[in-house]
């Protein structure tokens, strides 16, 4: 482990980053000398409406871990909004669907079903969503896991809804 790695403790500050492990596409920590295959944008220097776009541009092309972020950034950025519990919900559907790929079947079922309990809460379009769609979506797959009809793990046969 390299040295600015070790001993840190409590939360990272402008002075004090966490220093940036090498991830794989799904958000998986990689050994120290691994090259890094995840890249992410700046979220916390971005605005929300740069964050939910990103998302939704990430979530569409299968990069679901990204979307996860960039929804979980724009969460926090939107706490004490009508909207928090609108990014809460897309970043919890990410979620859902990088524990899909990484093969866990009960993080997945969870996931989904939170995140469609608190996207149906929406009207259809919001921010530029179908709430009703991503929801039925959620929910179905949530229950395909449930029921085994989809296999959660790198090569999960599934079509996410679109955001």
Not at 53 to 71: I, T
């Amino acid at each position: 482990m390299p040295e600015e790695a070790r001993g840190k403790t409590g939360r990272p500050t402008e002075k004090r980053n966490k220093p940036g492990r090498p991830r794989d596409e799904l958000g998986r920590p990689q050994p120290w000398e691994d090259e890094n295959r995840l890249h992410l944008e700046d979220f916390d220097n971005l605005p929300v409406e740069e964050n939910h776009r990103l998302g939704r541009e990430h979530f569409n092309a299968g990069r679901f871990f990204p979307a996860h972020e960039a929804w979980e950034t724009a969460w926090k950025q939107s706490r004490d909004t009508a909207d928090a519990e609108f990014f809460k919900g897309l970043s919890q559907l990410g979620a859902g669907y990088v524990h899909l790929l990484r093969g866990n079947r009960h993080g997945t079922i969870r996931l989904l079903r939170r995140a469609a309990g608190r996207v149906t809460r929406y009207p259809v379009g919001h921010l530029g969503v179908d709430t009703v769609e991503v929801t039925r979506r959620a929910r179905a797959d949530a229950l395909a896991v449930e029921r085994g009809d989809i296999e959660p793990g790198g090569d999960a046969a599934f079509a996410a809804p679109q955001v």
